[in-house]
Each structure stands twice: as structure tokens, then as C-alpha cells.
């Protein structure tokens, strides 16, 4: 097994400990028993559990920044509306594809330490950000109604987060694209004019 190979087993199975123990439960003997290397296996690849639970939460940041596309209202092939259900789709799938990864962003790293916490905040706001501008862009088209797109665009990611929360945290049997279906309706029934 190469060093990415290795690196990527242990990253998995540190994950997976994380997601069933929770952060402060999670010892680096676990993960290392679990993932099937010696201890010093580990500290060749993390400085600490800090480290590797950031990592984790930082691919996790990377994989939802690559799910969301810019909405091209000029696009003849796609409509606005079914480019926003594909950016709601992306976000769906990204998070669900991988469990114990959600649960972790959106239960275990949360209070961890002030610095974790600016950092999850810092996402926060850069999607917040993102999403605010193309609320601001959808109004000038009229498709999303006149209003404070800030408060929109909070309002947005926090149906999302706490759907998938309940979802991932109570393992709610709804499948991905009843959530989609879902999300749009209710933005739709809110905001969106698309």
C-alpha cells in the first residue's frame, strides 16, 4: 500500500470512530486498531487527533465548494429551476454519501474549540456570502422575490442543515431525492420564483 493508499485508510477509519464516538470519546488507539496500523504509523501522517479530525472537516468543505455550480439563467439546455435543484441535489448528495462525515460537521466539530469554531463560522459565512449574491443576482432577474437576501440565504442553509441533521442524526428514512424534492418546494413556496 502506497503513502496516499495508507493515508486515506487511516483518514477513513479515523472518520468512522469519530462519527460513533464523537470527538472528545475518540482516542487515537481506536483509530489506529481500527484502521490496522501501529501508533507511530499514525504520527507519520497527523500531528494529533486535532489534525486529523480537521482534515476530515476540510475535505468534507472542499467536496460541498466543488457540489454547487453557478446558476446560468441563459442556459438553453437547463432551466433555472432544474439548475437549482441540481446545486440542491449536489449538496444532498455530497452530504449523504457520506454519513459519518455529516454527522461530524454537523454535530461533533461544533463547540470543539474556539478555533475549530471560527473556522466552522468562517465557512458559514462564505457560504452565506455566495449564496447571498446569487439570491441578490436571481432578484435582479426576478427570480427570487424582492426581500433581505441575507436573511434568505440564512434561512436557506439552515433548512438545509437541520434536514440533513434529522436525517443523518435520527436516520430518518427519506431518500435523496424526496429531500431535493422537498427543499425545492419549500424555497419555492418561500423566495424562489424560478
Known amino acids: 500500500m502506497d503513502k496516499s493508499e495508507r493515508r486515506q485508510q487511516i483518514l477513513q477509519h479515523a ?23 501501529a501508533r507511530g504509523t499514525f504520527y507519520l501522517y497527523f500531528e494529533d487527533k486535532r489534525a486529523i479530525f480537521e482534515e476530515i472537516v476540510d475535505r468534507t468543505f472542499m467536496r ?5 455550480v453557478r446558476v446560468d439563467p441563459d442556459n438553453a439546455e437547463r432551466s433555472v429551476a432544474e439548475q437549482i435543484k441540481d446545486n440542491i441535489r449536489n449538496i444532498v448528495h455530497t452530504l449523504l454519501e457520506d454519513p459519518g462525515t455529516t454527522k ?35 432578484q ?10 441575507h436573511v434568505y440565504a440564512m434561512l436557506t442553509l439552515g433548512a438545509i442543515k437541520e434536514m440533513l441533521y434529522q436525517v443523518v442524526m435520527r436516520g430518518l428514512a427519506y431518500d435523496e431525492e424526496r429531500i431535493v424534492d ?11 420564483r424560478a
Open 182 to 192: 422537498e427543499l425545492f418546494g419549500f424555497l419555492g413556496a418561500g423566495y424562489l
Open 15 to 37: 472518520r468512522d470512530v469519530f462519527a460513533r464516538r464523537g470527538y472528545h470519546a475518540a482516542k487515537i488507539d481506536e483509530i489506529v486498531a481500527t484502521a490496522g496500523v
Open 140 to 149: 435582479a432577474l426576478g427570480m427570487v422575490a424582492q426581500g433581505d437576501a
Open 104 to 138: 461530524i460537521l454537523l454535530s461533533d466539530a461544533v463547540g470543539l474549540d474556539p478555533a475549530f469554531d471560527r473556522k466552522l463560522l468562517g465557512f458559514y459565512e462564505e457560504s452565506s456570502k455566495l449564496l447571498e449574491q446569487a439570491l441578490v443576482d436571481g
Open 64 to 68: 460541498l465548494g466543488l457540489a454547487i
